[in-house]
């Protein structure tokens, strides 16, 4: 598109020519410092991106206000970076490390979330004018969240600076909708620190060991298994043969303990201090019929599952359903099962009376 520029923007644009080497190279190893920065203090983003403005792009606004600027350095977006986060909280996080790594020019760098218009959701990005040592040019970094960034777009597609004037229906309904996002916003982070305050709970009660305090769930039963219930259990399994613990994730028997009706992890607890002698008997008969020098660390959880099904009259039909959770439904679940059954029966464990788990 041909431009009609004074002979001072074309200086400008002369010397922008000369250096775009320089301003592609210098934004490239910007945006890999950010990551790296990002990556070392553990602070994961949704995105992080980088852009040199073209030339058409420069054109055009040396044509609409090129007597504002004195030099090419006095325009202070030639390199754009866009931090876009998860998190509204993170974008301070963000800010700080930028902070840390370049020169902030507080004169000209703006916080837009300071706006209270209900429309500007979308652009109330936190925008940094900064500088680096050897390089004589200011760049911008924006910092926002990853609503805020979705909702820039799509107002923007939707006739921000498109030129036509929007009726004031439309503008009434894209307000509203600014304003549900900014809710989201704020809700995500919310929930994220009241899940956050949870673990730090759970944590609490584990290491306390108040596990009847302690709801049966996703997040507990991580922790819990952070403490290794069923090792002793497996290493005296092990202890049968000599054998090799290979460890394997045991999350899968979550839903195992689900449906049998276990609330806490406290329940769990129970199971591993009244069913552990019948786990071991089960996997001292398995053993001897082979010679297996390596087991899972899943035959602990596995085998007090069976013993647990088998003395609380579950047969063959709750050992198959347990093996259908934990392999996916099969026929062949349902011979195991019955396989299973025929080696407990007359194992000491199926013939003493056992209490309540829970």
């Known amino acids: ?10 200086q400008i644009l002369r010397e922008y ?17 950010i990551q790296e920065t990002l990556r070392k203090v553990g602070l994961v983003v949704a995105s992080v991106e ?10 055009g606004k040396l044509e609409l206000k090129g007597a504002k600027y004195k030099s090419l350095a006095d325009i202070t977006d030639i390199i754009g970076l866009r931090v876009i986060t998860f998190y509204s909280e993170d974008v301070d996080k963000v800010a700080s490390a930028i902070d840390r790594l370049f020169v902030i020019d507080w004169d000209n760098s703006v916080d837009k979330r300071k706006l209270l218009e209900i429309d500007s959701f979308g652009y109330l990005s936190l925008h940094y004018i900064c500088s680096k040592k050897g390089f004589p040019y200011r760049f911008e970094v924006q910092m926002r ?8 777009n799509m107002n923007h597609d939707t006739g921000y600076k498109s030129g036509v004037e929007i009726p ?15 809710l989201v916003d704020d809700e995500f982070s919310r929930i994220r620190e009241e899940l956050a305050d949870y673990r730090r709970r759970v944590r609490s009660l584990v290491a306390s060991g108040n596990l009847d305090d302690a709801p049966l769930d996703g997040e507990t039963y991580r922790s819990y298994l952070n403490i290794n219930p069923f090792g002793r259990l497996n290493r005296s399994i092990a202890a049968i043969n000599q054998a090799e613990i290979q460890e394997v994730s045991l999350l899968p028997y979550l839903e195992v303990f689900q449906w049998m009706e276990f609330h806490t992890l406290g329940d769990l607890e129970r199971l591993i201090k009244e069913y552990s002698d019948g786990a071991f008997q089960l996997a001292s008969y398995q053993m001897s019929l082979t010679d297996l020098d390596i087991i899972s660390s899943s035959v602990g959880p596995q085998n007090l599952c069976i013993a647990h099904i088998l003395k609380r009259g579950g ?3 709750g050992l198959k359903h347990m093996l259908d959770l934990l392999n996916g439904e099969s026929d062949s679940n349902e011979f195991m099962a019955e396989y299973l059954v025929e080696q407990a029966k007359d194992l000491p464990f199926m013939n003493v009376k056992t209490h309540e788990t829970h």
Do not use: C
């Open 1 to 10: 598109m041909e431009r009609l520029l004074d002979a001072h923007s074309q």
């Open 17 to 33: 020519l000369d250096h775009l080497p320089e301003f592609q190279e210098q934004a490239k190893e910007i945006y890999e410092t």
């Open 50 to 59: 980088y852009r040199v403005k073209s030339e058409d792009s420069l054109a």
């Open 145 to 152: 969240t990853i609503l805020q960034h979705a909702w820039a």
């Open 168 to 182: 004031i229906y439309y503008k009434r309904n894209l307000s509203r909708m600014a304003g549900l996002l900014e």
């Open 315 to 317: 047969g063959v039909a």
